[in-house]
């Protein structure tokens, strides 16, 4: 006679099924799964915190050297920063401010281009 629980072992209702073997693999797919979700979103709001910090840091600087600029009332313009691209803004009293605020801002180091929207009065 045949014996049918060693053909048909997940039938065999005599032995309990272990729930180390059912869980396991449920419990490593869910550690994978969080982990590489929690480490992609680390990484990319590292990132982006990274390059909020270093805009800041230029327009700081750009801001410093529109200051330091002689005759230039650096109070009204206004300073923005995208990936090495400063953009000016507001209003100065004659065009050779304007002019002047452009280089200032070029000089600094990092910037790629400056946008100058500033306008005279």
């Not at 045949?2 to 072992?9: A, F, K, L, V, W």
């Not at 992609?40 to 327009?59: I, K, P, W």
């Not at 990936?83 to 910037?111: P, Y």
């Given at each position: 006679?045949?014996?049918?629980?060693?053909?048909?072992?997940?039938?065999?209702?005599?032995?309990?099924?272990s729930c180390?073997?059912?869980?396991?693999?449920?419990?490593f797919v869910c550690v994978l799964f969080i982990t590489f979700n929690?480490?992609?979103?680390?990484t990319h709001l590292?990132?982006?915190?990274?390059?909020?910090?270093?805009n800041e840091q230029m327009a700081a600087e750009v801001k410093l050297a529109l200051v330091q600029e002689a005759g230039l009332n650096a109070a009204p313009i206004d300073v923005k920063v995208q990936n090495?691209?400063?953009?000016?803004?507001?209003?100065?009293?004659?065009?050779?401010?304007r002019?002047?605020?452009?280089?200032?801002a070029g000089r600094v180091g990092g910037v790629q281009s400056v946008i100058n929207h500033l306008q005279v009065k």
């Amino acid at each position: 006679m045949i014996n049918r629980s060693s053909m048909y072992p997940l039938m065999d209702r005599s032995r309990k099924p272990s729930c180390r073997n059912l869980w396991c693999p449920i419990a490593f797919v869910c550690v994978l799964f969080i982990t590489f979700n929690a480490a992609g979103c680390g990484t990319h709001l590292g990132a982006d915190a990274e390059v909020s910090d270093r805009n800041e840091q230029m327009a700081a600087e750009v801001k410093l050297a529109l200051v330091q600029e002689a005759g230039l009332n650096a109070a009204p313009i206004d300073v923005k920063v995208q990936n090495g691209v400063v953009t000016l803004g507001g209003f100065v009293e004659k065009e050779s401010h304007r002019q002047a605020a452009e280089r200032a801002a070029g000089r600094v180091g990092g910037v790629q281009s400056v946008i100058n929207h500033l306008q005279v009065k």
